[in-house]
């Protein structure tokens, strides 16, 4: 058999495969990988992370674009390109974790499940590490601790903006009135802060934030698309997330604000691969641009996996984060130091 035949054998066994839908979602990742050599296409970051349609006609117009290939691969095996896209970025999250992946082919967890363990025992590797208490560099700071202490030496009006995303489960609301006076105290007078909030205590956080000290100034939203969140109690099906502008003192606009992001993308465990809360990069890029300019410095005393920060750098500002807990604090660090194109690669997971 010429080499033409056996590649076209090949070919054809593993699109069998692939159509037999008895494949666990990392071993089908697997094969899908394999069938995409075989036809010349290119799996990289932009195959994990775009955001085309569904619908191939809709990509562009060159079948030679990567996009293209994947949705038309994937269209061709019976799947939309969405979860074509979603299984590969499983199986790279789990490529170091065979027995998770195991499991998640096996049926004995789902992916929410298999993400989770992946994040927990990643933060715990990082927890053996001994991470400085302050970290510097080019154009960040980063410091481990209570926000209410180790943010003590920065000057009285010396920040240009904020844009935080506390944590909101019931047992941390009153954290936001320490934020509040934090931020207060550290931000150029009439300088915005932009803060996340969650909506079974909007009106407890809002309280607080003012009694921080901060003055209110509007109420702008991300609106999300994909899953959202199923409030059963009040049978709400949430599909935007709150976020509060406030300035310290009289507010002092400087340039039209738009108070609405039209977020892309999708929601779930898979998008949240670094902490439990991660956000998406995209909408804390347009609270960035809204709150800050060019060269200003942006603080956030609750960066978790630093989404804030890398939002900042990656819209020419400095950055200024912290977290309690040191593992995050490295994660942040790790991003950071991301070179500028592959922090922007991987914007779209963030």
């Known amino acids: 058999m010429t080499d033409s035949g056996h590649a076209w054998q090949a070919e054809w066994a593993l699109k069998a495969n692939l159509l ?18 075989t036809r010349g296409v290119q799996l990289g970051q932009g195959a994990r992370n775009d955001r085309t349609s569904d619908s191939v006609a809709e990509v562009g117009p060159s079948s030679r674009d990567t996009a293209a290939s994947v949705a038309a691969l994937a269209i061709e095996i019976g799947v939309s390109p969405r979860t074509a896209r979603r299984r590969l970025r499983l199986a790279d999250a789990l490529a170091d974790y065979p027995d998770v992946a195991c499991k998640l082919d096996r049926g004995e967890i789902d992916a929410g ?63 936001f009135e320490d ?78 604000i738009h108070d609405t992001f039209f977020a892309e993308g999708r929601g779930g465990p898979d998008t949240r691969p670094l902490h439990p809360w991660q956000q998406a990069v ?33 819209e020419g500002r400095h950055f200024l984060g912290g977290d309690l807990d040191p593992a995050y604090v490295e994660t942040t660090r790790r991003r950071l130091e991301e070179p500028a194109a592959e922090r922007e690669n991987n914007g779209a997971g963030a």
């Not at 994040?119 to 991470?131: P, Y």
């Not at 700071?141 to 904020?162: H, K, N």
């Not at 599909?239 to 507010?251: I, N, Y």
């Open 179 to 256: 934020v509040a006076s934090l931020l207060a105290r550290v931000l150029k007078p009439g300088r915005l802060a932009a803060i996340y909030c969650g909506h079974m205590s909007f009106p407890e956080e809002i309280r607080l934030l003012e009694a921080g000290s901060l003055t209110y100034v509007w109420h702008g939203v991300n609106l999300l698309p994909g899953r959202h969140s199923r409030i059963h109690g009040r049978m709400v099906n949430g599909k935007h997330r709150s976020v509060v502008l406030l300035s310290a003192g009289p507010f002092t606009p400087r340039r039209w």
């Open 113 to 175: 499940r298999a993400e989770e363990l992946v994040r927990d025992e990643r933060i715990a590797s990082l927890r053996q590490l001994k991470v400085p208490a302050q970290i510097v560099g080019p154009a960040y700071e980063l410091r481990i601790g209570d926000l209410r202490e180790v943010w003590a030496d920065v000057p009285d009006c010396s920040i240009d903006a904020a844009v935080v995303d506390p944590p909101y489960s019931q047992q941390f609301i009153p954290l």
């Open 282 to 314: 995209e909408p804390m890029q347009h609270w960035v641009r809204m709150t800050s300019e060019p060269g200003e410095t942006v603080f956030d005393p609750c960066c978790g996996s630093g989404t804030t920060g890398v939002a900042a750098l990656m």
């Open 20 to 37: 037999r839908r008895n494949l666990g979602p990392v071993a089908w990742a697997l094969a899908f990988r394999q069938l995409a050599e």
